[in-house]
C-alpha cells in the first residue's frame, strides 16, 4: 500500500520553488517507484498485490494543487502499467 507524499498545497503554481516542486515528485512519484521496486520479489514470491491511494485533490485538478497533481497522475501511469507488467500471470 502506497500513500505518501511531501506536498504545500493551496500554493500556486508560478510561486512554488525548486525545493518544493522537487521534494513532491521525489516522494509521491520516486517514493512509490522505489517502495514497488522493494514489493516486488515480496509479491512474486507470494502473490500479493500493490495498491495506490491519493486524494480528492488530485483528481480532475484543483486549484493550487498542480505539483501534486502532476505527482499523483505519475503515480497512476506507474500503477496502470506496473499491473500489466505484474499482473495475474506475471508471476508464473
Same mark, same amino acid.
Given at each position: 500500500?502506497n500513500?505518501?507524499?511531501?506536498?504545500?498545497?493551496?500554493?500556486?503554481?508560478?510561486?512554488? =520553488? =525548486?525545493?518544493?516542486?522537487? =521534494?513532491?515528485i =521525489?516522494?509521491?512519484?520516486?517514493?512509490?517507484?522505489?517502495?514497488?521496486?522493494?514489493?516486488?520479489?515480496?509479491l512474486?514470491?507470494?502473490?500479493g498485490?500493490?495498491?495506490?491511494?491519493?486524494?480528492?485533490?488530485?483528481?480532475?485538478g484543483?486549484r493550487?494543487?498542480?505539483?501534486y497533481?502532476?505527482?499523483?497522475?505519475?503515480?497512476?501511469?506507474?500503477?496502470?502499467?506496473?499491473?500489466?507488467?505484474?499482473?495475474?500471470?506475471?508471476?508464473?
Amino acid at each position: 500500500m502506497n500513500n505518501v507524499v511531501f506536498s504545500t498545497p493551496g500554493v500556486p503554481l508560478i510561486e512554488l =520553488d =525548486d525545493r518544493e516542486i522537487k =521534494d513532491t515528485i =521525489d516522494t509521491s512519484l520516486y517514493g512509490t517507484i522505489y517502495h514497488m521496486q522493494a514489493a516486488y520479489p515480496f509479491l512474486a514470491a507470494r502473490g500479493g498485490s500493490a495498491s495506490q491511494l491519493c486524494i480528492a485533490e488530485q483528481h480532475p485538478g484543483r486549484r493550487r494543487f498542480s505539483i501534486y497533481a502532476a505527482a499523483k497522475e505519475g503515480v497512476r501511469g506507474l500503477s496502470r502499467a506496473a499491473a500489466r507488467e505484474w499482473g495475474q500471470n506475471a508471476f508464473a
